[in-house]
């Protein structure tokens, strides 16, 4: 069985899990999901990035001890991934006994192959960074990677003698247009590399920072926590502990990472690794950030794009697909609420999650919850759809291939676009009040077939929404891409349940209070919420009117336009209805309208009033009455 080895960075511990750490978090637990659905064996590894100052001083601030400040965050990234559904195969941390040991078997084996030395610094550190700096490095006086302040140091210190590989970096980088991704990240490593390497300081004095993995040459020191950390992507599959282990996993196929740590992914960690005679990882692959209001979000930006309180707001698998949607691997994307919503429910509510609920709905009310068979002979718009299902997977499969998650997800997106449209055009309900039964089959025997290859190409990004999906469609087989690309994978005769709203809609209003944000333009009513008075609610006139005709609204593809009869005079309405009903589907009802509402003007058709209808998030129903009044009788 071919295998697949995905790492993430190791995060700090010196914050709780932000919205970056989950973004890079889910993309390589997406990737390792579609690996395992390609039958491939995974190993997929995250972990935390625990020695250093910056534990130090947040595990005194807190009055503990580093080694209790780590327990508590490692804790904390674990019940984050856990809540998301990440499905890695082991969390490594930097404060095992195991690393510790790899990492200073790596040390000594430098130091004994003469490719570490001791020499005087003198130049300018940035304590936050943790990282040296020569005079010329600075920008402004200031630490070019995060714009502080620096301080000047002098210290005797341990050196990796970084620059004698310097060639044959640039070779290998050249001669690989995998190993560093996506192409622009390789430029610019290349670009960076045309300046002379310095050495790299391996080392830390005790008496400045004790906090790390000792020198197992010299007691005095303890090691740069970038070497350590690097280090655990061997660690954690044997390196130096498990033979047999490490060459099952190693060379890793991909380290994800932000932009943010390029250089010592693509710098130091491959020379490190050549110059301990071990393989190169075949892909580094660099994403962008996400940006709010033009800064990377971090930390720093609080609750609005916590991830702790988005997965409360939305669960985990809405929360995943706008992470994987609306960023294209890569670069970066701006998060905002408002395109959340309506991203979340334009792809899921309205298209998929509509989808679903019409086909489970006219199984149900037209063969009773069994899936029928399809007739012999298909119609053009039927093999239209059925190409469309066939081709998919391969398309979805391409794009991840490359890293394209957001497209493998609008692939799915636009088949289940199609699907919807097909159902528009075919009018199963139509041919269910023709008797057409063969035709009817066909259709909804077809539309299922399309919502199970949604549901078994999503599984990666919502693993249980797709489950819920997939069984409430009578699907039993084994989500697999091979099940992906076959066309029929749900046999006639499957029972068919409805399911409860897998999508609802978001309200933006509500998504903001739950998020604490206060909304500039309105501010918070304190009255009790929702109670009127009788007056108030006979204020508006409800009638029964009785639908004359309804028709499509030419350039507007969510409205309908409805003529209405309501006892005293016709009006027109004009309602977004088109999603959820077929203009002949309302003809002859007799439905529940405000009439006395001002007239208002709806993308330039003019509506006379505003009818009744319910909306569960997901689907929405028009108000009828239910005996035979005549038009304008009043509601009340
Ligand atoms: O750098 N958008 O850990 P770290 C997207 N311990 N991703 C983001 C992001 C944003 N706005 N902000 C952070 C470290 N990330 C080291 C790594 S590895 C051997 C040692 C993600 O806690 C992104 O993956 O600062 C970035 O590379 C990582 O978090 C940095 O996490």
């Known amino acids: 069985m071919e295998k697949y080895y995905i790492t993430t960075p190791i995060y700090y511990v010196n914050d709780k899990p932000h919205i970056g750490h989950t973004y890079t978090t889910v993309l390589a637990d997406v990737i390792a999901r579609y690996q395992r659905l390609a039958g491939k064996d995974v190993f997929f590894l995250t972990g935390t990035d625990e020695h250093g100052q910056k534990v130090v001083q947040s595990a005194e601030k807190a009055g503990i001890s580093p080694q209790q400040h780590c327990d508590k965050f490692a804790q904390r990234f674990k019940e984050m991934w856990e809540k998301l559904s990440i499905s890695y195969d082991y969390f490594i941390r930097t404060t095992d006994a195991q690393h510790i040991d790899v990492v200073q078997k790596a040390l000594q084996k430098l130091y004994d192959s003469g490719d570490i030395y001791k020499s005087t610094y003198e130049g300018w550190y940035c304590v936050p960074d943790e990282r040296f700096w020569t005079e010329k490095d ?247 759809l059925r190409s469309i299902i066939t081709k998919l997977a391969e398309k979805v499969w391409d794009n991840v291939e490359k890293m394209k998650i957001h497209n493998a997800l609008e692939e799915v997106n636009s088949a289940i676009r199609a699907a919807n449209r097909y159902i528009e055009t075919t009018q199963p309900w139509v041919l269910a009040k023709e008797g057409n039964r063969e035709m009817l089959g066909t259709v909804l025997f077809t539309a299922t077939q399309l919502l199970a290859k949604a549901g078994i190409l999503l599984y990666p990004v919502m693993p249980q929404k797709c489950e819920e999906l997939l069984h409430a469609i009578g699907y039993s087989g084994k989500i697999t891409i091979d099940d992906a690309r076959k066309y029929a994978v749900v046999e006639p005769g499957s029972k068919i349940e409805k399911p409860s709203a897998l999508f609802p809609r978001i309200d933006i209003k509500k998504a903001e209070m739950s998020l604490g944000i206060v909304s500039s333009e309105k501010p918070q009513q304190k009255e009790v919420e929702g109670i009127i008075t009788i007056d108030d609610f006979f204020k508006s006139k409800l009638v029964v009117g009785k639908v004359l005709s309804a028709k499509r609204a030419p350039n507007a593809d969510k409205l309908l336009l409805l003529e209405v009869d309501i006892g005293t005079e016709r009006r027109q309405l004009v309602a977004g209805l088109a999603k959820w009903y077929e203009p002949q589907q309302l003809e002859g009802k007799k439905i529940v309208i405000i009439s006395n509402l001002k007239h208002a003007k709806i993308r330039g058709y003019e509506s006379q009033g505003m009818l009744l209808a319910a909306d569960d998030g997901e689907v929405v129903s028009v108000l009828t009455v239910d005996k035979d009044v005549p038009p304008g009788s009043k509601v009340r």
Request: proline share 5%.
């Open 138 to 384: 600075l920008v402004d006086g200031k630490c070019p990677e995060c714009g502080r302040p620096v301080v000047k140091i002098e210290e005797e210190n341990y050196f990796f003698k970084m620059s004698k590989y310097q060639q044959w970096l640039i070779d290998y980088i050249e001669n690989n247009p995998e190993f560093i991704q996506p192409d622009f990240r390789r430029n610019e490593i290349l670009g960076f590399l045309k300046k002379p390497l310095n050495d790299l300081c391996i080392s830390r004095p005790k008496k400045r920072l004790s906090w790390g993995v000792e020198l197992p040459f010299d007691t005095d020191y303890v090691c740069y926590v970038w070497v350590d950390a690097l280090l655990n992507y061997c660690s954690a599959v044997g390196l130096y502990r498990d033979d047999e282990k490490f060459k099952k996993w190693w060379p890793a196929d991909c380290h994800l990472i932000g932009k943010d740590i390029l250089t010592t992914h693509a710098v130091y960690w491959p020379i490190l690794l050549y110059a301990l005679g071990i393989k190169m990882p075949r892909t580094i692959f660099a994403h962008g950030w996400w940006m709010v209001d033009e800064r990377k979000m971090g930390k720093s930006l609080g609750n609005a794009v916590d991830p702790y309180s988005l997965e409360k707001l939305l669960g985990a698998d809405r929360l995943r697909y706008y992470l994987m949607r609306d960023m294209v691997v890569g670069h970066d994307a701006s998060y905002s609420l408002s395109g959340l919503v309506s991203r979340l429910n334009n792809d899921l509510s309205n298209d998929l999650g509509n989808m679903l609920s019409r086909i489970t709905n006219m199984v149900s009310a037209y063969f009773g919850g069994v899936l029928p068979a399809p007739a012999e002979d298909i119609d053009s718009e039927t093999e239209k």
